[in-house]
């Protein structure tokens, strides 16, 4: 007798799909997700379904975070057929046109509607500067007179592809020493909208042969520390009928909020990438440059990375901003190799970009090169990322706080 076929079981929301034959499965799970709007991705062999449901999900806070199923319905409430939703979501996500005027194939009647709904531009760029890498620093201002930043960073090697660096928050509430954004204090959480207009500004700056591959969330702000807002933001970056970047090439940093690590693990089933600030390898080190340490020590960080649904073959970004004499030493790089041993991680090396408000500083560049080498000599990869965009004032949080003058500024690169 032929050995018979394992049922394979997928999982949308908090259902489960089962079958044995995947075409029937998926199928059904695209059935599901019409009905649901997941934006889920199925892969086969094994059959992977990525759950991101709007019922893990906050509602939004203006239209234009609305993903089309909540448009569908939006419309059929004003009396207009359903298709009319996924149009809409069309032309604000795909296309970046957010002005209901230039919705060609949009009836009179319903572009007043939208008009009335407030969907417009949430946020708007204030002043756009370049730097001779080609690197872009957008100001970008709210309507309430807040400010964040944003940069799109083109790759060095294929200047075509760019990374796009983005706020989740205006200032920061995390408080690290070394950081212009955690200097100011947290001002307020940024919309989901807010977040996404971002990227749909973003492309808008592009040359016509560029496009955005990867987005960060390095801007201004602890973006899990404004978890909700953030969430739908991936949804909308990563939907496939939208801007559509592929998960893989979304990474969330974050200083180390253990629980909302756990919570974006398995809301997104580990397929959003995760960047670790980790900046200091023993406690009492940590705490002194990032109080969140006091909170989430070393321990239940690494403890929280270890049971991150990671998929296989992909690892974790860590992060290390190296300050003279503060986090430097072979010490140091001997312990960072300890505290990672067994989890998949690269170490980005980011030379302090130094702000008004600290003294603190980065080692010269041939001790960046030994800390290095300590620690590819012991087995890791390691990066140092290379600064850009020096001379538009592209550092984490600093053009945004311009009024507490930075001494120099500089965007490092995802390494
Ligand atoms: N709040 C998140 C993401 C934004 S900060 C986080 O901390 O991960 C993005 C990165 O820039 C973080 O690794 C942060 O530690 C680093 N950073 C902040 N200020 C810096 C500075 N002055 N020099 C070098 N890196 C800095
Ligand atoms: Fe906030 Fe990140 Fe800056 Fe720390 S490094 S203050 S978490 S933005």
């Not at 407030?118 to 957008?138: F, M, N, Q, Y």
């Not at 390095?218 to 949804?235: C, F, I, Q």
Request: with cysteine; charged share 25%.
């Amino acid at each position: 007798m032929p050995p018979q076929p394992q049922p394979r079981v997928a999982r949308i929301a908090n259902r489960e799909i089962q079958g044995t034959a995947t075409s029937h499965i998926k199928s059904r799970v695209s059935a599901a997700l019409d009905q649901r709007d997941c934006a889920a991705v199925v892969t086969l062999a094994p059959l992977r379904v990525v759950k991101l449901s709007p019922d893990a999900l906050a509602a939004p806070s203006n239209p234009i975070a609305r993903l089309p199923a909540e448009w569908e319905e939006c419309v059929r409430g004003w009396g207009e057929p359903a298709y009319r939703g996924k149009q809409i979501f069309d032309w604000i996500h795909r296309r970046g046109v957010l002005d209901p005027d230039e919705m060609s194939n949009i009836p009179k009647v319903l572009r007043v509607r939208m008009k009335e709904e407030g969907v417009g531009w949430p946020i708007e760029v204030v002043s756009a500067h370049e730097s001779a890498d080609r690197t872009k620093k957008l100001l970008v201002g709210m309507p309430d007179g807040e400010r964040v930043e944003t940069v799109l960073i083109p790759q060095l090697a294929d200047p075509r592809i760019v990374t796009q660096c983005i706020s989740s928050q205006v200032g920061c509430a995390m408080g690290c020493v070394f950081c212009a954004s955690g200097v100011a204090g947290l001002k307020r959480q940024m919309t989901d909208a807010e977040i996404v207009a971002q990227v749909l500004l973003g492309r808008r700056e592009l040359d016509p042969d560029q496009r955005i591959r990867n987005v960060v969330f390095m801007g201004m702000g602890e973006p899990l520390h404004n978890y909700d807002a953030v969430a739908r933001s991936l949804v909308l970056l990563t939907h496939p009928d939208g801007i559509d970047l592929s998960k893989r090439r979304v990474t969330v940093s974050t200083s180390g909020l253990v629980t909302q690590i756990d919570r974006l693990g398995k809301d997104f089933d580990g397929q959003v990438q995760l960047a670790i600030s980790l900046h200091a390898v023993r406690d009492e080190d940590r705490s002194k440059i990032m109080p969140v340490n006091r909170k989430h020590g070393l321990a239940d960080l690494t403890d929280a990375l270890r049971r991150y649904p990671m998929p296989k073959r992909q690892r974790f970004t860590i992060e290390y901003t190296l300050i003279k004499g503060v986090n430097d030493s072979v010490k140091d790089a001997n312990g960072m190799v300890e505290l990672l041993r067994g989890i998949p991680v690269k170490v980005n090396l980011i030379p302090m970009n130094p702000i008004s408000a600290s003294e603190l500083q980065a080692p010269d560049s041939s001790h960046v090169m030994r800390f290095q080498e300590q620690l590819t000599r012991r087995g890791l990869s390691v990066f140092v990322r290379k600064t850009r965009g020096d001379d538009v004032a592209a550092a984490c949080g600093q053009l945004a706080f311009h009024g507490q003058g930075p001494r120099r500024a500089s965007r490092t690169e995802q390494g």
